[in-house]
């Protein structure tokens, strides 16, 4: 099968299958080798990964998955891509094509049956439209991951590595941060798509920590975090008791500030991870 990262031969294969993009589903083809190539390398896929690839499309970025791993797992949501991935694809034994929405695979299942339980790698260049449900579904799923390494929107990119002070740090930076170490290894042009997206792309790496902040009970931390940005202009003090979380009291959260040493009047948008775990903890105590 001809390179689908040239242009005329993505054309031709749309044509001969008179494909129309699905907006709803966020399909922005990628058609420039480099940028494949870029994502591959940045990802370190070796003959020794199994790789699942969340929305393959007409199966660009899978063809040379195929090439560069040892099985390679994707999950197309739009049945209409189907015979068309069957068709790019023919050549390569070593893949397996999922026809379901990425957010109702039993990923795990899937590592047991073709990885043996070992970590694999994710990459993908994510429909735009559900990138945080799909990164945080991973994470929370405790899917044995080595990396996540995805296209995202920029802005999107920006809020998963940055850290206090900045306006783009947020619940998704922390979540991000908690679970793995980010770093952005693509800029991307809306030039390298077909169609084009009316936003500016990066690729990000997420490489999952082996050890995590320690943190007694993850998800009161992060009900914490989530609390303190739906209310980002309030103190945290404020955000936190007006939250509604099951016995949390201003009274708890300013006796946790005051053992830690920090502010009454600090907003959330200023903790770091370590003092979110902290806090988390310290109320934990005071409740
Ligand atoms: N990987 C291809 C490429 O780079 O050319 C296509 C990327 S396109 C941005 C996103 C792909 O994800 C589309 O093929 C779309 O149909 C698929 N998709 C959208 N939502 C999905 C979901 N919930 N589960 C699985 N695939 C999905």
Redesign the pocket.
């Known amino acids: 099968m001809a390179d689908?990262s040239v242009l005329s031969n993505t054309l031709a294969v749309l044509e001969k299958y008179n494909f129309n993009f699905?907006k709803k589903?966020?399909?922005?083809?990628?058609?420039d080798s480099h940028i494949?190539d870029g994502i591959i390398d940045g990802a370190e896929i070796t003959k020794d990964d199994c790789v699942l690839?969340?929305?393959?499309?007409?199966?660009?970025?899978?063809q040379r998955l195929c090439e560069r791993a040892r099985f390679v797992i994707a999950?197309?949501?739009?049945k209409k891509?189907i015979p068309i991935l069957n068709d790019t694809l023919s050549e390569y034994d070593n893949k397996l094509i999922i026809n379901?929405?990425?957010?109702k695979?039993d990923i795990n299942e899937l590592c047991e049956k073709y990885n043996n339980k070992k970590p694999i790698k994710v990459v993908?260049?994510?429909?735009?439209?559900?990138t945080t449900p799909?990164i945080m579904d991973l994470f929370e799923s405790k899917v044995p991951l080595e990396s996540i390494t995805v296209?995202v929107q920029k802005e999107v990119a920006d809020r998963m590595k940055v850290g206090p002070g900045t306006k783009d740090y947020g619940a998704l930076s922390l979540a991000v941060q908690f679970y793995s170490k980010p770093e952005v290894i693509l800029n991307v042009s809306a030039n390298c798509?077909i169609p084009r997206p009316n936003v500016d792309s990066a690729v990000i790496k997420l490489s999952l920590l082996t050890e995590k902040i320690p943190v007694r009970d993850e998800a009161f931390m992060f009900s914490l975090i989530r609390a303190s940005f739906n209310q980002r202009r309030k103190t945290l003090v404020n955000g936190l008791a007006n939250a509604g979380i099951n016995g949390v009291t201003k009274e708890a959260v300013l006796s946790a500030l005051n053992e830690m040493g920090i502010s009454e009047t600090i907003r959330g948008e200023a903790l770091t991870l370590e003092q979110f775990a902290l806090l988390a903890d310290t109320i934990k105590k005071h409740m």
């Not at 690839?53 to 899978?62: A, C």
């Not at 999950?75 to 739009?78: A, T």
């Not at 993908?124 to 559900?130: E, F, K, R, T, V």
């Open positions: 689908l699905q589903y966020g399909q922005n083809f990628l058609i494949l690839e969340i929305g393959p499309g007409i199966g660009t970025m899978t999950v197309e949501i739009d891509l379901e929405d990425v957010l695979v993908a260049n994510l429909p735009y439209y559900i799909i296209m798509f």
